[in-house]
């Protein structure tokens, strides 16, 4: 395990911009902040265990899964499973990895998943797109492929992530492949897998040993499976089919129970986080029975909930408290942490999105995160990706790189011979410190004007989101390809006709 | 020193919504966070006492306070201190209270300064005010008013500040009675003092003996005073004669450097922060010197600024770390933190604002501060007070209020029977647990809009800062008067008529 080694880029089409630094994670050089003592911590350990041996847990559609449970010495009825006080705690302990790496086919954008490291990925799922030009629309595989070539120019991103957008022009069942190859063709960092159902994970794991080699692919994780529970106390077949093939390819499951307090969990921070934990440790003991050691993450996307209509509410109280309590359970069972990123049910990149996007994100940072979905781009509750809010969005994932990053008190930041020099009354405008030190001792985000309003209003009075619109297609003009073997590129397009050929074409999961 | 007592009151005009709590300050009961190490703190500070003692620091036009730090032993040259080391630490620390209150003239609304309280106080200072209806504008004393009974309905915040505006139409050295009286006459709240010269700091004085009695003035803190250096390393007579005339009065003086680094103290973060407390542990010292043993809390404003433009910027990663950074260190000195909030440059209630207000008010509790100045309204680096985002900055108040009561571990709150009773696959929204919680378990902002996007529309598209436009106009035709003895409504008016007198109107201060 090597510590991430930043990289000076010039960033695309920046000549009156300094150098952006590009790393390929954040490493946390500051620490996790606590909502839960000790005894909080016991008590919701203790709640999660005695749900998971009183109700127990339901794996339906995947009698293998029961048998799996059976011979763990689990009590199985029909479908339910209970488990002793313990048992999944106990078996997640033996056997998960604390942290581990997952491999991009640039090694320079090698992920470390675990310790202080946070993975920054962009939005994930939406099957509509909005930007300030062509207004809200159903995704296309167009703009799946916008995306990720934005997402690749942003430096403080550090995944390709998956469904970047759902690209709902092409076949249900047949799309994971394209988006699969999008990611490989167009970005050269780590990307996800196809979360949906055993066959799907099955053809990203093919396509993975295309890009890697097989070998390589057996012993390294190069992709990224996040299973969720249907909550409460569910994991159906199309999540547990994926899991089981990830778990046994050796690649990363992280157990992300979903939840909107109040309808699928009880409306309390406290039994929701009982049942959220129930749930994580269940199927993250069920990883590591399907292959002890194999690398999992503990997921937390509790969200909550409107109780006037029932809508979900993002940026909450709850919701951060929620994630910080997350990531104290995570630590202290001792896998990595699964979160959430910049989420809004706002329509627009507007007030409201940044107000609960730099809740959300921040909330995740401080609850030490190893990994944060949704980084970009949300808006309506994940129904749309934004290509304004992505670059909004985008400088707050570069903030809270440089926050994390700490206090320099190096000689040099220290400034004391500055301070002597410059004296009471006197500006530093011109001394030697700040001439020495100002291309990089600031952190410059992207989409802020900080003018004065004369010029402000000169300049169009343009809104922030009618910036980040300028932005993003700038960004994508100057993109960058990072190319792709042709060889592996011709083995992905046939792999893809070939498996394509196999069904026809279906407009349904 | 009592607890805060929550009363809980019908919002005004919200027939829809369920009572909104409001405390008289926030009680938090989640900790701090760290960003120096105890070694990064020492080093620090003894970087603070070389400054003060090598450099030392300028008290311009105001030659008794010279003779009060020569009587105390330090060094005076000229206008310049110095002090040797420790000494201005040790003179805090021998006198100064950790924790006080601040009294407000309905006494459910005395708020606590120090310890674990945080009270959230209005924009202060800006010339302008924006509103979507009117735009930007030089503000009135008419917008003035509006602004106190606009906060006086805001249950999230827990002061009535200051100069919330600069009402512009009044001459400007009588205006500031005519702000004293507004606040004392539309607000029950706490409000802030007259900061620039000790003869308007008399004027505030006064004014408050005539609504709580000067008996007790004499024994309360019933005002507030910031006191700001002229950084780097002086403080001017304007601020100084103020910092006496409150200290001798036994009022709290806020003593805090406001800085933008690379202009005003060094463009590293390190630098900057032995620099500020270099100067609020100088002018702290100047208090408990004047007057041992009178409140006073050690102020962090220090802002970032772009080096392409010299704009003040905000929301940045240095200016958290700075606010974090000073908790650390106010706590070693023993007393409160005063900061600011929700700062922007932007020049709307856009996504910009509230990217940068989330984080600005976010790192402040996190730091542990004990008052938020600027915690609604600001926009452009302090030049405008808007209304719509004084409401969407209110919802953020709400939220760190809510958050920092952290998590309830009640047996309600753990729903353990709501859990077993509900089961696996099932849905809480119509279980009792839920009936019985769901109006106070969750946090109810007032401005977003969660909705669906199709109701959104029907709705008519509005962004947030729309929202808030129609919102602050139904709050302040809601506004409640809190009434004032008519006797102590003359006789302010009586000495206000009776100090404008004997002055002629100036346009300058």
Known sequence: MTSPQPTRRRRAGSSDRPEQLRAPYIQRKLGTFSVLSEEGLSL?????DTILQETGMEFTGDPEILEIFKAAGCDVKDTRVHFEKGFCRKTIQATAPKLFMQNARNPANTVQLGGDATVLCPSWGPP??????????????????????????IPWLHHSGGVVCEPVDLPANKRHLDMLYGHIRYSDRAFMGAFIGAERAGHAIDMARIVFGADYVANNPVLYCVSNTNAPLVLDSHMSGALKTYARA???????????????????VAGTLAQVLAEATACLSLVQLVNPGAPCLMGSFASTMSMQSGAPTFG????????????????????????????????????????????????SMFAGANLINHATGWLEGGLVTSFEKTMIDADLCGKVGRFFDGIDLSENAQAMSAIAATGPGQHYLGSDHTRLNFMSALFRPL???????????????????????????????????PGLDPAIDEELKAYMTRVKSQQPDMNYF
């Open 44 to 48: 919701i350990e203790a709640n999660a």
């Open 128 to 153: 509509f797109v909005h930007d300030l030009d062509k207004g809200r629309r159903y995704a296309s595989y167009s703009d799946f492929i916008s995306l990720v070539k934005l997402h690749q120019t």
């Open 250 to 268: 050796n690649q990363p499951v992280a157990c992300t129970p979903w939840v909107l307090t109040g309808a699928m969990s009880p409306t309390t």
């Open 316 to 363: 909450t109280p709850e919701a951060g408290l929620m994630v910080l309590a997350a990531g104290q359970l995570a630590r202290r069972l001792g896998v990595p942490l699964h979160t959430v990123g910049t989420l809004s049910a706002s329509k627009l990149p507007d007030a409201q999105a940044e107000q609960e996007a730099a809740w959300g994100l921040l909330m």
């Open 447 to 481: 989409t802020p004007d900080n003018n004065s309003f004369e010029q402000w209003q000169a300049e169009g009075s343009k809104d922030a989101a009618t910036r980040a619109n300028a932005l993003w297609k700038k960004q994508l003009e100057n993109y960058q390809d």
